[in-house]
């Protein structure tokens, strides 16, 4: 397993779910350019996926403290 040091998420796995969330928001913008998705489905989906993040990186903020980790 990667260590902080070298860039991986160390002992905390949950550091990827932001990571994902932001891969997620830009996702929707371009299927949203594309056509894929209508706009009105992309201006429902990114304030979620924002609140998500958030809501990932609050939860898990004080473990990493308690680990020794941001």
Same mark, same amino acid.
């Given at each position: #397993?990667?260590?902080?040091?070298?860039?991986?998420?160390?002992?905390?796995?949950?550091? %990827?779910?932001?990571?994902?969330?932001?891969?997620? /928001?830009?996702?929707? /913008?371009?299927?949203?350019?594309?056509?894929?998705?209508?706009?009105?489905?992309?201006?429902?989906?990114?304030?979620?996926?924002?609140?998500?993040?958030?809501?990932? %990186? #609050?939860?898990?903020?004080?473990?990493? %403290? #308690?680990?020794?980790?941001?």
């Amino acid at each position: #397993m990667e260590t902080q040091e070298q860039g991986g998420a160390g002992k905390c796995g949950h550091h %990827k779910v932001v990571s994902v969330l932001v891969i997620l /928001f830009g996702l929707t /913008f371009l299927l949203g350019d594309w056509n894929v998705l209508t706009w009105g489905s992309v201006n429902v989906i990114w304030p979620i996926l924002v609140i998500l993040a958030g809501l990932a %990186k #609050m939860r898990h903020h004080g473990h990493c %403290k #308690m680990h020794g980790h941001a």
